[in-house]
């Protein structure tokens, strides 16, 4: 009996996410201003989801007309969720939806880049981080742990009054995050964006995948929370990687405006000295930026700048 409203609780939430794989995305993303709003809504469901539900429709329809079809079936059924399987494995994948791998050209065309920074905030290692970027006057956006943030909001504040963006990264940054289902990646982002939105004052509008992994069931639930993933054009490995030049030599190869670069200071490999990678690497990592002509911004101003020139353009 006790269980009564908590299961109507979820047959509601679960209802709603399956009816955002119906409805017209447009009707799913949340009320926001042209302004509010920086990344075109592409939502319509990917080629692969598309040919998945197909696939799925013959196998289980064909054998009850042609018995001796059962084998096809089953192989076309393996094939295909192995296919699903890949795609979520590769973070840069546009497979199963809509996925930021650069900044749109209107900002490449100014010279722009993005440097993303994951699973902090890290009193250890925040502050900083958030020195070097002020010493280069560079502007970043910090993809935290919302777990994480809730115990160090002063930090959370800091990054904010020294110019630079707050986003989604997950609750927990759990290690089976892309075995989740829509209730498990609901639970994960909507508790996230709930508490960003106290800490910072706004609910944010990129996300990105803990490690970059996820399935087909993702990105429905980014549709409803109105989120956009967001992954990189290049990164350093530097949760792994103890040496700061090869983490450099990643992140500068083939350098070029509109790149979205990722770091961490969050989990942050050690060098021989014990020191983050991350704080020897952004030294020389901005200097490159600015001999060449780079400079970072945030995600928002990045894509807002692009959608308001959109209609001039
Ligand atoms: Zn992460």
């Known amino acids: 009996?006790?269980?009564?409203?908590?299961?109507?609780?979820?047959?509601?939430?679960?209802?709603?996410?399956?009816?955002?794989?119906?409805?017209?995305?447009?009707?799913?993303?949340p009320s926001t201003t042209a302004a509010d709003?920086?990344?075109p809504a592409d939502t319509r469901w990917s080629p692969l989801l598309r040919v998945t539900v197909v696939v799925h429709l013959l196998a289980?329809?064909?054998?009850?007309?042609?018995?001796?079809?059962?084998?096809w079936a089953l192989a076309a059924l393996i094939a295909n969720h192995v296919l699903l399987a890949a795609a979520?494995?590769?973070?840069?994948?546009?497979?199963?939806?809509?996925?930021?791998?650069?900044?749109?050209?209107a900002a490449a065309a100014r010279g722009e880049v993005a440097l993303t920074i994951d699973d902090?905030?890290?009193?250890?290692v925040t502050p900083a981080v958030l020195d070097l970027l002020d010493r280069h006057g560079a502007r970043a956006t910090f993809f935290v742990i919302a777990e994480r943030a809730a115990r160090h909001p002063a930090l959370v504040a800091e990054i904010l009054a020294r110019g630079h963006s707050v986003q989604n990264h997950s609750f927990h940054h759990r290690h089976n995050f892309s075995l989740l289902g829509p209730r498990g990646f609901h639970r994960e982002l909507e508790r996230a964006q709930s508490q960003l939105r106290a800490l910072t004052g706004e609910r944010p509008r990129?996300?990105?995948?803990?490690a970059g992994l996820r399935n087909p069931f993702l990105q429905p639930v980014l549709q409803r929370h109105g989120l956009q993933l967001?992954?990189?054009?290049?990164?350093?490995?530097?949760?792994?990687?103890?040496d700061p030049q090869r983490v450099l030599a990643r992140l500068t190869r083939d350098l070029a405006a509109g790149d979205i670069l990722l770091l961490h200071d969050g989990h942050a490999a050690r060098g021989s000295g014990g020191e983050p990678v991350v704080l020897a690497v952004l030294p020389p990592l901005l200097q490159r930026l600015n001999d060449t002509g780079l400079h970072s911004v945030t995600l928002p101003t990045a894509f807002a700048e692009a959608t308001a020139r959109t209609p001039n353009a």
């Not at 007309?65 to 084998?71: D, E, I, L, Q, V």
């Not at 979520?88 to 050209?105: Q, S």
């Not at 990129?206 to 803990?210: C, S, Y």
């Not at 967001?230 to 103890?242: K, L, Q």
């Open 230 to 242: 967001t992954s990189w054009t290049r990164r350093g490995f530097d949760t792994r990687e103890s």
């Open 1 to 29: 009996m006790s269980q009564g409203p908590v299961w109507r609780k979820r047959r509601r939430v679960h209802g709603k996410i399956r009816a955002s794989f119906r409805r017209p995305v447009t009707a799913a993303l």
């Open 206 to 210: 990129f996300f990105r995948a803990p």
């Open 37 to 39: 709003t920086p990344v």
């Open 120 to 124: 902090g905030p890290d009193p250890a």
């Open 88 to 105: 979520g494995l590769w973070p840069r994948a546009r497979l199963l939806g809509p996925n930021i791998t650069r900044l749109p050209a």
């Open 60 to 71: 289980f329809s064909l054998p009850w007309f042609w018995a001796g079809s059962w084998r």
